[in-house]
């Protein structure tokens, strides 16, 4: 059985899906958002060291060249997240499905599935499917919360062992998404129009970045595609904000009500049913 | 008698919550009650604590009525005949509630009102005029938090209709407990979740346990408690655990002399003041209730209430860093949960003339502290500002609420945006019933009434009260008070 490197395990989740959720965080992102609220899950740990003198509580210890955790120590403080100059966590760990399911025993009668998230969690694959495969014997569903940057299509094992995508498309155009997150966009725009094609697009998300992104436009097209996919997919617009930002990137601050209402009356007169504003 | 004359004088009460409280200065006037010295001394120091009872019992503290009974037999004393319609019966009730005692004077049970409404609803909008009205009616004379309503297990048109004008009201009173089951169906319990997360109502209990203890003829008063209908609890008596840090050696000494010694010293003193209410009150030989068979005295028990067992958890293990502290490390909780298996089997050991009900024994409750409590967490709970991680925090509760059939609960506080998933909390909800949690609130952190121990108060009434303005709510004075001493608006938000 294959093992995935995982950011963390959130036992209870409100805000990943329908219900109650466990939340599963894999380590590592192949793009690179100026906005990205948790910066420390794009890169795999490359055992530098940095963040070891960082810890309080002395939970950070170089073995034989790699970076350990005590975990039981931790008061997840969070120093050597910030002090972690490649976007990265000494705290992500590789897990087995079995070590993954031992915390889902635990939480399985308070939930109704779980998501996986990330990072980008369609860059381990094969854990994923193993996972879900895993999980949805447990009568529970299985969400995946991604950018969309690796095909969807083409793998029935995958698709079988899912119920949902909540999918980003953060920019409309190829330039912008470029600009963004430092890769295209094309395959995201494909993956929108397949998952929703076999009805497993849950909902859509933009985050509206005031100066730095054309929302109107990323909103306007993407809301007419979804109007003629499935009209009732959930589209979630979601404003920026700068917690956990790597402020020195970006620009930007908190979008007006009046632009997030302008952006819903777009989505609307476009034909979307279920727009949401967050 | 200076206490007399500053109730008189005193502009934060009302007139009502006056002569209360001179109703009361009276009784506390004389003694009564054979209290040997060593129950004194524990009296004196706080350990022993009978909750402002009153010196003189001359009714019971819990009255759980069968108003099923009254519904359909009218009342003689009262001259009522059945109710024919929903008017009637809302009326009838109310009537009714006027003569229940307790020690605040206001019912601390108002029956499972849905089932008790629902034969009645014929027009559903002219039904919920007169729920309304009824509910306005309970919240504006029957000024004390520990009034409590059932609705449930199975959905009813009455059932939606009292949520839908809790709602709308947005009142502290009265309490309300939804007794949840495998019989709830999903959309009611989730109406029910909107509405507690508008106004902190109604908790949710676990039908099945309670059920499986007291029968299906229970109900839920006052704070939590869970009591037989027709009968009730004689007295509510409290040992506060905290208060005896000073004179535990060890662990031990803890478990094996001091424990027992003040287990059979408070077992006496609540017998004693059993003793007197039953046999030289004259209520049983005067009361219309017990006449008209509306309670009977051998469905009454009486509730052992303990406080305080995080406090004396540190305490013996002198554990000063959140890891090794309650509800936080195996250790701790397994102290724990040997403190109240301890106490569970003192208790039994104490057998009760009066307590029928129960089998001669006192059931234990888990209670939610008193205004003046300062540093002493209510009943088995996790100190407010030391509250873990939800799931953490459920599976802790489920160890200790298996004890309490006559109550224990825990609260939990949410972030707003649940309201846009409230199957989130149905699933919570279903997971801590399963693991065996006795009884959950939740509230959300923007609601004007907030849980404060176990009962409701509206933060408006509080700040008014806080600027020496009357409140009609006399319940507001002990919510300020936990404020204050306890901190209860700084419980955990939950946000993930
Ligand atoms: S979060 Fe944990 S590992 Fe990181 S610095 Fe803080 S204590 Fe150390
Ligand atoms: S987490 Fe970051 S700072 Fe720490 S060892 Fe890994 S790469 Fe270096």
Redesign the interface.
């Known amino acids: 059985m294959s093992k995935g490197l995982i950011n963390k395990i ?6 990943d899906g ?3 959720r466990t ?1 599963i965080f894999m380590q590592g992102c192949n793009f690179n958002c100026l906005y990205c609220h948790n910066p420390e899950t794009i890169n795999n740990c490359h055992n530098c060291g940095l963040c070891i003198a960082t810890c309080p509580k002395g939970c950070l210890l170089k073995q034989e060249g790699f970076v350990a955790w005590n975990k039981d120590q931790c008061i997840d403080c969070d120093n050597c997240l910030k002090s972690c100059k490649s976007c990265s966590s000494p705290k992500a760990i590789w897990m087995s499905i079995e070590e993954v399911m031992y915390k889902i025993e ?2 399985k ?4 599935g779980i998501t996986i998230s990330g990072g980008e969690c369609m860059l381990q694959k094969e854990f994923v499917t193993e996972l879900c495969e895993e999980v949805k014997a447990l009568n529970l569903t299985t969400f995946i919360d991604s950018n969309g940057s690796v095909p969807f299509w083409g793998d029935d094992r995958l698709i079988n062992a899912i119920d949902m995508v909540m999918l980003d498309v953060k920019a409309y155009d190829s330039e912008a998404h470029k600009m963004l997150t430092g890769k295209d966009n094309q395959i995201v725009l494909k993956n929108l129009d397949y998952l929703a094609s076999i009805n497993k697009l849950y909902e859509v998300r933009t985050v509206i970045v005031p100066e730095v992104l054309d929302n109107i436009r990323t909103v306007d097209m993407v809301s007419k595609r979804i109007a003629k996919l499935n009209a009732n997919i959930r589209y979630k617009l979601i404003k920026y904000r700068p917690i956990g930002v790597r402020t020195q990137l970006i620009n930007s601050y908190v979008p007006t009500n009046e632009l997030m209402e302008e952006l819903y009356d777009i989505a609307k007169a476009n034909g979307c049913k279920n727009i ?1 504003i ?1 | 008698m200076s206490d007399v004359k500053d109730i008189i004088k005193d502009t934060t009460l009302t007139y009502e919550q006056k002569v209360l409280a001179l109703a009361k200065a009276a009784e506390n006037s004389i003694n009564v009650l054979n209290i040997d010295e060593e129950t004194q001394k524990y009296r004196d120091e706080g350990v022993i604590c009978d909750l402002f009872e009153g010196n003189a019992p001359y009714r019971p503290r819990y009255i759980v009525p069968d108003y099923e009974r009254f519904l359909s037999k009218g009342s003689k004393f009262l001259g009522l005949e059945p109710p024919k319609n929903i008017w009637e019966a809302t009326n009838h009730l109310l009537i009714l509630y006027r003569h229940v005692p307790s020690i605040t004077s206001f019912p601390v049970y108002l029956g499972n009102i849905d089932y008790l409404l629902d034969r009645f609803i014929k027009d559903e909008e002219e039904s919920y005029q007169a729920i309304k009205l009824f509910l306005l009616h309970i919240d504006r004379t029957i000024t004390d938090s520990f009034c409590h309503a059932n609705i449930g297990p199975k959905a009813t048109k009455a059932g939606s209709l009292i949520l839908r004008a809790s709602k709308e009201l947005n009142t502290s009173i009265p309490n309300i407990t939804l007794k949840y089951s495998d019989e709830t169906p999903n959309d009611f319990a989730l109406e029910a979740i909107a509405t507690s997360l508008e106004t902190a109502k109604p908790s949710f209990a676990n039908h099945e346990m309670f059920s499986k203890e007291f029968g299906n003829d229970y109900g839920i008063a006052s704070c939590y408690n869970g009591l037989p209908i027709g009968g009730g609890s004689f007295t509510l008596v409290r040992m506060n655990l905290a208060k005896l840090r000073p004179i535990a050696k060890n662990t031990d000494d803890f478990l094996n002399n001091l424990l027992p010694h003040v287990v059979s010293k408070m077992a006496a003193y609540m017998d004693e003041r059993i003793r007197f209410l039953v046999e030289e009150s004259g209520f049983a030989e005067s009361n219309f209730l017990v006449k008209e068979e509306l309670i009977a005295m051998d469905r009454f028990t009486a509730m052992f209430g303990m406080v305080g067992l995080a406090e004396i958890v540190n305490h013996l293990l002198d554990a000063k860093e959140e890891a090794d502290r309650y509800g936080h490390s195996k250790t701790a909780d397994e102290l724990g949960i040997r403190i109240i298996t301890r106490l569970e089997e003192e208790v039994n050991k104490y057998n009760s003339p009066y307590c029928k009900f129960s089998n001669g024994k006192f059931l234990l409750h888990a209670q939610v502290g008193i205004d003046t409590d300062v540093n002493i967490s209510p009943g088995c709970r996790i100190p407010i500002g030391e509250e873990p991680e939800m799931l953490d925090h459920i599976m802790h509760s489920s160890y200790f609420h298996k004890f309490f059939p006559s109550g224990i609960g825990d609260i939990f506080r949410f972030d707003s945006t649940v309201k846009n998933n409230m199957n989130y909390v149905l699933d919570v909800l279903k997971g801590a019933m399963k693991v065996g949690m006795r009884y959950i609130s939740f509230y959300s952190s923007d609601s004007d009434v907030v849980r404060i121990t176990g009962y409701l108060v509206k933060r408006s009434d509080m700040e008014k009260l806080d600027t020496g303005e009357a409140v009609l709510n006399g319940s507001a004075v002990l919510g300020l008070g936990a404020v204050k001493n306890q901190h209860v608006l700084d419980r955990k938000e939950r946000k993930e």
């Not at chain 1, 959130?10 to 805000?15: D, G, I, R, W």
């Not at chain 1, 009668?109 to 109704?112: G, L, R």
């Open positions: 959130l036992p209870f989740s409100s805000v329908p219900g109650n939340a635990n939480t009668c308070f939930i109704s949401v967050i």
